[in-house]
């Protein structure tokens, strides 16, 4: 058994270098894990945990070693375990399972481990950091430059911004009010890049005392930029815009930062993701009338309703699964078809038998075309017909003809429902299933039958007897 300290760092060089190579070079990874935020402090942590436990087990160094590059080839391309940053990570790895032998390690694994050198840890008055920015590909706002500059042990003195000013409007303005030195550059691809290089590279002629420098830019161009700054003594940032947050990459020790000014999303519980997709299935086959519906379909309304994807679910509650296993895992819930000539998977719900009826006349409809289908559907000829529960069958119409039936009708659902719950408050994906469940039609579909020109959470905060707050993307009611 090892030690759980020597095996928790283990584990977060792991990820560290990981989230070095996403920040870098997000090609290296395997697709599915790309749109991960592995620079997040909750999602590092997260992945830490389940690896360690993952490794516990394991007793030699050897076979621990083994499981830890069979894990990373699940994470990333080959073409990664044939760079410096694999070696350095596996060196490091061996020096933490014998101390004995940390003397010996290289420079490289020095700069992984090590969390600052003492020059670092010494400012002077005269020394500075400078910030370059390619103003054409990042647009930092005021408070993202503060955390930029509290990143830096030295003052930060010095801003360059570059770009063709023609085309950004006011913001050459505005950061003429915050003390940029801004440099024109022609129209033209790259050109901002070019003379950001320029200046960058002689740096030291113009600015003797600089010592840290941050290289704001999402170019992959300006790695190389870096590399020559690093070689010249200097502590360099690289500041990259990945969806809504800043990351920075700390050269000299390979830590990531992340900075958003929007809160990172809370990835919902696995229960509470099957709740949502069911809804969200049932409103797309209401919409298009079709029973099946692309796994590229679903995930995408997923991460439109929630703000993650399926695959961060995954990621997070069941490591190492895809997020097209959620719904092969589970049968009872969902149905999986896959056509020979297709990659794609489709997806029907175990019970859908409002949806197989319409589905059922439109294949009577032999003159509307194939490519009349709506994208995320495909031609009910092609797949196999939805199997339905026939207790399911036996439901009542739901009998709701206006809008005060459909808010009584909430109420007796809500009722049950928030006594789940310490709060008393229920997504509303949450209620929107168990409204299909019992009524047999999406909640959504009720209101647009009854004509109400309201959105679903629109009309929940129009109910007296209700009471709506969001976090987020999530919607939440409950009881006055």
């Known amino acids: 058994m090892n030690d759980p300290t020597i095996l928790h760092q283990i584990c977060a060089a792991i990820a ?35 690896l360690s436990a993952k490794l516990a087990a394991i007793a030699s160094t050897e076979a621990l070693i083994q499981e830890i590059e069979k894990v990373l080839r699940l994470l990333l391309l080959p073409t990664w375990f044939e760079s410096v940053a694999f070696s350095t990570l596996i060196q490091h790895v061996q020096d933490l399972l014998s101390p004995s032998t940390t003397s010996q390690a290289t420079p490289e694994t020095s700069r992984l481990t090590s969390t600052a050198t003492p020059d670092r840890q010494r ?47 006011k913001y050459d303005q505005e950061l003429h009010d915050r003390g940029y030195d801004l440099m024109h550059v022609p129209a033209g691809n790259d050109m901002a890049d070019g003379k950001m290089i320029a200046i960058g590279s002689s740096i030291h002629e113009h600015y003797p005392t600089v010592r840290e420098i941050l290289v704001c830019s999402s170019d992959k161009v300006m790695t190389s930029l870096c590399t020559k700054l690093r070689q010249k003594g200097l502590i360099v940032y690289q ?26 999303p809370t990835v919902p519980s696995l229960a509470e993701s099957i709740m949502r997709l069911k809804t969200l299935i049932r409103e797309e086959q209401h919409q298009t009338a079709c029973a099946w519906i692309r796994l590229s379909r679903v995930s995408q309304c997923f991460q439109q309703a929630t703000g993650v994807t399926i695959s961060q679910v995954m990621n997070t509650h069941a490591v190492g699964k895809r997020a097209r296993d959620l719904f092969i895992d589970r049968p009872a819930d969902f149905v999986v078809h896959q056509p020979p000539d297709q990659s794609d998977l489709y997806i029907n719900l175990f019970e859908a038998p ?86 047999q039609q999406p909640i959504t579909a009720v209101i647009k039958e009854l004509a109400l020109n309201q959105k679903y959470p629109t009309f929940l905060k129009s109910c007296k007897t209700l009471k709506v707050q969001q976090h987020g993307k999530i919607w939440q009611v409950g009881l006055k």
């Not at 990981?18 to 992945?47: D, G, M, N, S, Y």
């Not at 930060?156 to 570059?162: G, H, M």
């Not at 031609?379 to 009584?408: F, M």
């Open 239 to 264: 500041v990259r815009k990945q969806n809504e947050a800043v990351t920075i990459l700390n050269s000299e020790t390979g830590e990531i930062k992340a900075y958003s000014n929007q809160p990172m």
């Open 16 to 50: 560290r270098a990981i989230a070095v190579a996403h920040h870098q070079t997000p090609e290296l990874l395997v697709e599915k894990c790309r749109a991960l935020p592995w620079q997040h402090p909750a999602h590092a942590q997260v992945f830490i945990e389940k």
């Open 123 to 169: 400012t002077y008055p005269s020394e500075t950091a400078i910030l370059l920015l390619d103003a054409e590909n990042l647009q930092p706002d005021l408070e993202t430059e503060k955390f930029l500059a509290n990143t830096c042990t030295h003052p930060l003195r010095v801003k360059i911004a570059f770009a063709n000013w023609r085309k950004l409007g």
């Open 354 to 439: 409002s949806i197989t009826s319409t589905v059922q006349a439109k294949e009577s409809n032999a003159e509307r075309s194939t490519s009349e289908q709506p994208s995320g559907s495909q031609p009910a000829s092609a797949l196999p017909k939805p199997t339905s529960n026939p207790a399911s069958a036996s439901v009542s119409n739901n009998g709701i003809k206006t809008s005060a039936q459909l808010e009584q009708a909430i109420v007796e659902l809500l009722k049950p429902l928030s006594k789940t719950t310490p709060s008393g408050w229920v997504d509303i994906s949450v209620l929107g299933t168990q409204f299909a469940r019992v009524h």
